[in-house]
């Protein structure tokens, strides 16, 4: 599936490539920074893996990261297609690790909060772009991922 569209030379056509750079800090840290903005996060390994749980940890991160592209993905759709903004639509999103090895992120639970009605949206436009988003497509398909969406009405 993914075949065709791997490329050796690493040369890829109209790709738009965004650097990030890390230092690991000790204390199984690392400091992350945006390339673009700069601006900088902190990770943590988790209390179940060795660490403090003072942070996100990688594949908290990740499920974030998961969460945050659907809502970004449904308000440019919003935007460009409703014709709106979608201001207070928020997210809850748990993630479960693998029993066995390797360790792993094997189900990410998405709830996603929209405090208005369906009727502004009844062509499901918004609920097509989430499912859509650059992340749902780069993961794992072994990862289970459901999403539930919660309307006002």
């Not at 690493?10 to 000790?26: D, H, I």
Request: glycine share 8%; net charge neutral; aromatic share 8%.
């Amino acid at each position: 599936m993914y075949g065709a569209l791997y490329r050796r030379d690493g040369f890829w056509p109209n790709l738009r490539m965004v650097k990030s750079t890390g230092t690991y800090t000790g204390e199984l840290n690392c400091q992350l920074t945006h390339g673009p903005s700069g601006k900088v996060i902190e990770t943590d390994a988790p209390v179940d893996n060795h660490g403090r749980g003072q942070a996100f940890s990688p594949t908290d991160l990740t499920t974030a990261s998961f969460a945050s592209c659907m809502v970004t993905t449904m308000a440019i759709a919003a935007r460009t297609k409703l014709g709106m903004d979608i201001p207070g639509v928020r997210w809850e999103v748990s993630k479960e690790m693998s029993t066995d090895l390797p360790r792993r992120i094997v189900r990410i639970a998405t709830e996603i909060w929209l405090p208005f009605s369906r009727s502004i949206d009844p062509a499901g436009v918004l609920e097509k772009a989430a499912l859509n988003c650059p992340v749902h497509h780069s993961l794992n398909p072994y990862i289970d991922h459901p999403v539930v969406f919660h309307w006002a009405d």
